[in-house]
């Protein structure tokens, strides 16, 4: 179950712009970084998945997604489902034929 707290915090990131919400990911991943790294200290992780980090020219993964929704008109954002998860039953259903 998700927390009343966990949806306000969702809320609210919907309102930032891409740069801040680009922000709070990097903090996100660096946090989880270093709680993996502190549980076990033999954790290492591969170039290719050091997100955020200067030192490889490949782009991480949630750079590309940035690259190839910002392609996307905004009318077609504005056709996805701002509840994000939370109907994921019902979406999946949707279309189906009996």
Do not use: C
Not at 42 to 56: D, K, Q, R
Not at 74 to 98: A, M, R
């Amino acid at each position: 179950m998700i927390s009343p707290e966990l949806l306000e915090l969702e809320k609210s990131i919907h309102n930032l712009s891409l740069d801040e919400k680009l922000w709070l990911l990097e903090k996100i991943v660096w946090q989880v970084r270093q709680i993996t790294q502190e549980k076990n200290p033999n954790f290492t992780t591969s170039e290719s998945a050091n997100i955020g980090s200067n030192e490889t020219d490949i782009n991480p993964i949630w750079k590309i997604a940035v690259e190839i929704g910002a392609k996307i008109p905004q009318e077609e954002w504005e056709k996805v489902p701002q509840d994000l998860s939370k109907n994921f039953d019902l979406y999946q259903t949707l279309g189906e034929e009996d």
